[in-house]
């Protein structure tokens, strides 16, 4: 009689740890399988936001050119359109943003058409200083700085200046002298 309530204690103890057993790799494999869902998820690629902006001018405005924030590149123009209706800010520009500068852009932010040399292609400034907005939603307008001047005449009177202050830097004496 001891050698079967014996075995029945032993086959119910076995059957309890086989039970546990159960459970515990249950558990372990929710926890991998929650696990890879994260990772999975952290791993999908965020799809960009669009925003868009009308200009006084595009001067050369292309789709594909560079859209600055603060002078760093967060994105490109993916279309630019010429909508005479408008009225004075006939060009509509949408622009492409990064989704990691979606917090980066109040929806008060100005935009203007910048270029950096002579030779260089024309983009898009975002200009965030002086923002007390909240943030630009996907789809959302920013306003857009009215030129004081056009921009190609301010880099031509950078040139000029250029141009002028090396040629006063220039020795006279090896200018040729002419006899009259």
Known sequence: MIVVQRF?????????NMRLNRKLILAAIICLGFACLLLFISRIPQRD???????????SLR????????GVEAGTVTA?????????HPV???MSIKPHFRSSIPNDSVSSVVQQGILAPSSI?????ETLG????????LKSQDPAEDETAKTLEKFGNVVGDAIKAFPHSAAPKTNH
Not at 63 to 70: E, F, Q, R, S
Not at 80 to 86: F, I
Not at 125 to 129: A, G, H, N
């Open 92 to 94: 509509e520009v949408f």
């Open 134 to 141: 909240t943030l630009i939603r996907d789809g959302g307008t």
């Open 49 to 59: 936001f669009v925003i868009k902006t009308y200009l006084y001018s595009g001067q």
């Open 8 to 16: 029945a204690e032993v086959s119910c103890t076995a059957h309890m």
């Open 125 to 129: 400034e975002i200009d965030t200083r």
């Open 63 to 70: 789709p594909g050119a560079t859209v600055l924030i603060d």
């Open 80 to 88: 630019v359109n010429v909508r005479p209706e408008l009225g004075q």
